[in-house]
């Protein structure tokens, strides 16, 4: 009677994880944790792979489900975790090559690109995510349903996901610099440019630049990683790509990755080695970016351990940093304007230590609306948590902007949500006109408020969006 029971069980637990478990009193089973919970686990076993890297993830347009995107040492596994605590492992894209404990993937319009460092004619994998709706008798092997083959190795990929194109970096092309893709037809990628002046690019962000820096508004900005500095460019015309700074810092080891906050002012930077070699407790920079042209280091503030930081991200008022022994950490931004920056909640997937070295979590992918964070763990493969206190996002009304700091003293950054921002235009309590700006087809704004008098304003967005925000 035994054993014809531990097949079916055997079997729930290799497709569908494992169930819920709550943070309390500081463990979620044999997890440390402080206010997330654990909601789905597999096993570097049950993926078949050695090890565990990048993670990403999808949402589907068409009914809202979510899935997560874990790269593995042989290839991309795929999960549908709209049930997040009946997770379903659906299959895996394999290697274009051979192994690698370096991959990386991102996602464009319904595709996921795929890069492979020391994988010489890898090149980039595309596949289209949509195939995930109707997955029959998971887990299953996918193909290709593209491949990009004008580079061999990349350590990494960055999307600019508003203009379509592709930043393969870490390549043998361009000395380790940016491999620019076109891929606003996903199935036929196309050579677009190149960037070879400041050598290697570690990793990078891409955006429509909104900033507080008039220059360079409307424009396309790539700020690198570029192991030894950070190096910012205008990519907007992809065959003249023009060299806008770098920036130097204090006991610079390897510039790793970074992320900019919303209002884009700051970008959040992390060292990979200084740990390692300074033996302090994990590093993370702040770079205040108000002056494109003219980068500076805000503040720094150290982490509650020595263990390495990764990769990091911002959501809101959060940074969400994958620091490898020590787990994920999630810091309250709120007050980075005054170098107030606290940790408020971790989950540590390598309860052993927190030791200064590569073990642990990889990445966390924080970017989706319901809440739950893609862990892609080195030793342990993949986790999925959530805030214990987490609000669905269906409970609240999705807005097509959103503005903050509200309320203001200086600056007041709009930013679009659903729709471009055309037009703004500002009134007082009494139905004045006192400013206004037209034309202006972006996802964001930052306007400049320091002479606007203490007061209420009622805000009219694209003519038909009113908000109300304060001056302080």
């Known amino acids: 009677m035994k054993s014809t029971l531990l097949v079916p069980v055997f079997l729930l637990f290799s497709l569908f994880g494992y169930s819920q478990t709550p943070c309390e009193n ?56 709209s049930d997040p605590v009946n997770t379903v492992y659906l299959g895996k894209l394999p290697t274009q090559t051979g192994n690698s404990i370096w991959r990386d993937a991102k996602v464009y319009n319904n595709y996921v690109f795929v890069v492979s460092d020391a994988n010489p004619g890898h090149g980039m994998q595309v596949f289209d995510l949509t195939r995930l709706r109707n997955v029959n008798n998971p887990p299953v092997t996918f193909s290709n349903d593209a491949h990009y083959d004008q580079f061999g190795s990349a350590h990494n990929i960055a999307i600019n996901e508003e203009t379509g194109y592709a930043y393969v970096i870490g390549s043998p092309t361009f000395n380790g610099g940016p491999h620019i893709i076109n891929i606003q037809n996903p199935l036929n990628p196309t050579f677009a440019g190149g960037y070879s002046d400041h050598d290697y690019t570690h990793d990078a962000q891409i955006v429509n630049y909104f900033g507080p820096d008039t220059d360079y508004q409307g424009r396309e900005i790539f700020v690198g990683s570029n192991a030894y500095q950070v190096v910012i460019l205008d990519v907007t015309e992809k065959n003249n790509i023009q060299f806008i700074s770098s920036l130097d810092y204090n006991n610079v080891e390897y510039t790793h990755q970074g992320w900019f906050t919303e209002d884009q002012r700051y970008f959040i930077l992390g060292d990979e080695l200084d740990e390692v070699e300074f033996g302090f407790n994990t590093r993370t920079l702040v770079l205040d970016l108000t002056d494109l042209d003219n980068p500076t280091i805000k503040h720094q ?17 959060k940074f969400y940093l994958a620091n490898y022994t020590a787990g994920v950490r999630v810091y309250d931004i709120s007050d980075i304007d005054n170098n107030n920056i606290n940790e408020v909640g971790y989950f540590d997937t390598y309860p052993q230590n927190n030791n200064t070295s590569f073990n642990g979590v990889w990445n966390v992918y924080p970017f989706f609306k319901s809440g739950c964070l893609v862990i892609g763990d080195m030793d342990r493969g993949f986790f999925l948590i959530r805030d214990s206190n987490h609000v669905s996002i269906e409970e609240h009304e999705i807005q097509p902007f959103t503005i903050f700091p509200n309320p203001a003293v200086d600056y007041l950054v709009i930013k679009a949500e659903s729709e471009n921002l055309e037009s703004v235009e500002i009134y007082n309590t009494v139905g004045q006109l006192i400013d206004s700006v037209e034309k202006l087809n972006l996802r964001g704004i930052t306007l400049d408020v320091s002479n606007y008098s203490k007061g209420i304003y009622l805000m009219v967005i694209n003519g038909n969006t009113v908000k109300k925000f304060i001056k302080k």
Do not use: M, Q
């Not at 919970?37 to 993926?47: G, K, R, S, T």
């Not at 050695?50 to 290839?75: F, H, M, Q, R």
């Not at 150290?302 to 008022?317: E, L, P, R």
């Open 26 to 81: 500081g463990f979620a089973g044999s997890y440390p944790c402080d206010g997330y919970d654990l909601l789905a686990h597999f096993n570097l076993n049950v993926l078949n792979a050695s090890s565990g890297n990048d993670s990403w993830g999808w949402t589907d347009p068409e009914d809202g489900k979510e899935y997560a995107i874990v790269c593995l040492d042989n290839g991309t596994a795929f999960f549908d975790i």
């Open 301 to 317: 503030f150290n982490g509650a351990t020595g263990a390495i930081d990764h990769n990091g991200y911002v959501v809101g008022d």
